[in-house]
T-cell receptor
Framework: KQEVTQIPAALSVPEGENLVLNCSFT??????LQWFRQDPGKGLTSLLL?????REQTSGRLNASLDKSSGRSTLYIAASQPGDSATYLC???????????FGKGTRLHILP | DVKVTQSSRYLVKRTGEKVFLECVQD?????MFWYRQDPGLGLRLIYF???????EKGDIPEGYSVSREKKERFSLILESASTNQTSMYLC????????????FGQGTRLTVV
């Protein structure tokens, strides 16, 4: 059974620091890896999608990488801000009969 | 911009009521999904539809049914609501195929009393 794991479940860092969120998956035949942000009580906002032929994607202060051989993806956030406080989820998308498999997320708190 | 719209942000229903949650997407996506999200359990797939009138059970289909009569609309039905169905419900859509991106609605917080 394919699984996606995110460790740690929660993380607190001071404002201004660079940080890395981790995502690991068991299926080496993964197609896409997608990162989402979720604010409390809200839906999921897509941040970055790394497609099967790519190794990383960047958007502003965010950079996501994908290493299929090691079964890992990372989301790098530069110069963190209090507004970055949210839960970040990673998911396998595409393939797998088109189903989406989620990790349980990392709850990030940026300390002012 | 892709839009996935859920009909309600908040709903309060009584035990035993029949409840309809509606989801509409405007990008001509083939795939549509219903998830529920509970603290500590993450997102769990209830049902998945890959075409009009086509559906597959997800991990937790018990107590739920779905309807997809038109490509843009996917409905989740709670035949007889129970208190253990109190949850956040999230709808998503995507194109079929390998290099596809998923988009989510804003969520419906359902409370069954």
């Amino acid at each position: 059974k394919q699984e996606v794991t995110q460790i740690p479940a929660a993380l607190s860092v001071p404002e201004g620091e660079n940080l890395v969120l981790n995502c690991s998956f068991t299926d080496s035949a993964i197609y896409n890896l997608q990162w989402f942000r979720q604010d409390p009580g809200k839906g999921l906002t897509s941040l970055l999608l790394i497609q099967s032929s790519q190794r990383e994607q960047t958007s502003g202060r965010l950079n996501a990488s994908l290493d299929k051989s090691s079964g890992r993806s990372t989301l790098y956030i530069a110069a963190s801000q209090p507004g970055d406080s949210a839960t970040y989820l990673c998911a396998q998308t595409g393939g797998l009969g088109d189903k989406i498999i989620f990790g349980k997320g990392t709850r990030l708190h940026i300390l002012p | 911009d892709v839009k996935v719209t859920q009909s309600s942000r908040y709903l309060v229903k009584r035990t035993g009521e029949k409840v309809f949650l509606e989801c509409v997407q405007d990008m001509d996506h083939e795939n549509m999904f219903w998830y529920r999200q509970d603290p500590g359990l993450g997102l769990r797939l209830i049902y998945f539809s890959y075409d009009v009138k086509m559906k597959e059970k997800g991990d937790i289909p018990e107590g739920y049914s779905v309807s997809r009569e038109k490509k843009e609309r996917f409905s989740l039905i709670l035949e007889s609501a129970s208190t253990n169905q109190t949850s956040m419900y999230l709808c998503a859509s995507s194109f079929r195929g390998l290099d596809t991106e998923a988009f989510f609605g804003q969520g419906t917080r359902l409370t069954v009393v």
